[in-house]
T-cell receptor, first 113, second 113 residues
């Protein structure tokens, strides 16, 4: 399971608290992505980044924030403004080269009560 | 923006049968269509993809077809095996390089021995 890692696997928080999910890759990929996965809704894009110090909002960015200070790292913060934060969060990365595949991490299941 | 619809949501087949999963997309500018497989508790993995300049692509028991005029594409699995049981996601993107993917809602395939 090397390449792209996410920690922790399970995360529990109280409502009103911010929480940061980790995503690290050693694939030397330029692009990184955060998705949210809910039952019956597929994967929805939260934020994405093509290069260091640059990122763009995806389709459901409200209540989330990211940073891309290093090529290897793309942490996601779930803020208290996110109305329904309980979900499975997947990070992915992709080379800017000829491969089209997005490589996914193992995911973090966040439960907010 | 792009919208991807996927059917059926669940599909049960007997081992050895064929399985077909269909997706439609709304944005005619989309030009890249990957299929990801997600086994229970695991990360999604790319199994096959197709670009808009190709009508069909095969890889052993898996094939994908694309009809640009009708804006739909399909995944075909022949001689299904129990290990094909998983959730399959289709996706569409306007850019193979950076790839802002829009995913379908997923199809749970169950192959019974």
């Amino acid at each position: 399971d090397g390449g792209i890692t996410q920690s922790p696997k399970y995360l529990f928080r109280k409502e009103g608290q911010n929480v940061t999910l980790s995503c690290e890759q050693n694939l030397n990929h330029d692009a990184m992505y955060w998705y949210r996965q809910d039952p019956g809704q597929g994967l929805r894009l939260i934020y994405y980044s093509q290069i260091v110090n640059d990122f763009q909002k995806g389709d459901i960015a409200e209540g989330y924030s990211v940073s891309r200070e290093k090529k290897e790292s793309f942490p996601l913060t779930v803020t208290s403004a996110q109305k329904n934060p309980t979900a499975f969060y997947l990070c992915a990365s992709k080379t800017s080269g000829s491969s089209y595949e997005q490589y996914f991490g193992p995911g973090t299941r966040l439960t907010v009560t | 923006g792009e919208n991807v619809e996927q059917h059926p949501s669940t599909l049960s087949v007997q081992e050895g049968d064929s399985a077909v999963i269909k997706c439609t997309y709304s944005d005619s500018a989309s030009n890249y269509f990957p299929w990801y497989k997600q086994e229970l508790g695991k990360r999604p993995q790319l199994i096959i993809d197709i670009r808009s300049n190709v009508g069909e692509k095969k890889d052993q028991r898996i094939a994908v077809t694309l009809n640009k005029t009708a804006k739909h594409f399909s995944l075909h699995i022949t001689e299904t095996q129990p290990e094909d049981s998983a959730v399959y996601f289709c996706a569409a993107s306007k850019d193979t390089g950076f790839q802002k993917l829009v995913f379908g809602t997923g199809t749970r395939l169950l192959v019974s021995p």
